[in-house]
């Protein structure tokens, strides 16, 4: 079982920044991709970033490559989401998700790949 628990959302006026923060369960961390995944008012979750176990592979949205970057420390078992030049368009509650590692370098980037969930963090872009 892995437990994630976001943190870092807010208000934020348009062209600024925020990082969010991902703590996952001691045990498990180390041998899962992590992913960020959004979901915006009547819209459907959709995937953002996703980083390998080894952090050697990332992957991105077309809508953020440029602004946003995904990273981990597995030493603090916490994933990231540098988000720069920010959008009210980027308005959505973010959720970061795990799933095993077939291997060190994948990172799946569809949604039922993975299996466990945080409660989501709300991101507030204001135009």
């Known amino acids: 079982q892995v437990q994630l628990v976001e943190s870092g959302g807010g208000l934020v006026q348009t062209g600024g920044s925020l990082r969010l923060s991902c703590l996952a369960s001691?045990?498990?961390?180390?041998?899962?991709?992590m992913g960020w995944f959004r979901q915006a008012p009547g819209k459907e979750r959709e995937f953002v970033a996703a980083i390998s176990w080894s952090g050697g592979t990332t992957h991105y949205a077309d809508s953020v490559k440029g602004r946003f970057t995904i990273s981990r420390d597995n030493a603090k078992n916490t994933v990231y989401l540098q988000m720069n030049n920010l959008k009210p368009e980027d308005t959505a509650v973010y959720s970061c998700a795990a799933h095993p590692a077939r291997s060190i370098e994948f990172a799946a980037t569809q949604r039922p790949d993975y299996g466990y969930w945080g409660q989501g963090t709300q991101v507030t872009v204001s135009s």
């Open positions: 001691k045990r498990s961390f180390g041998i899962y991709a």
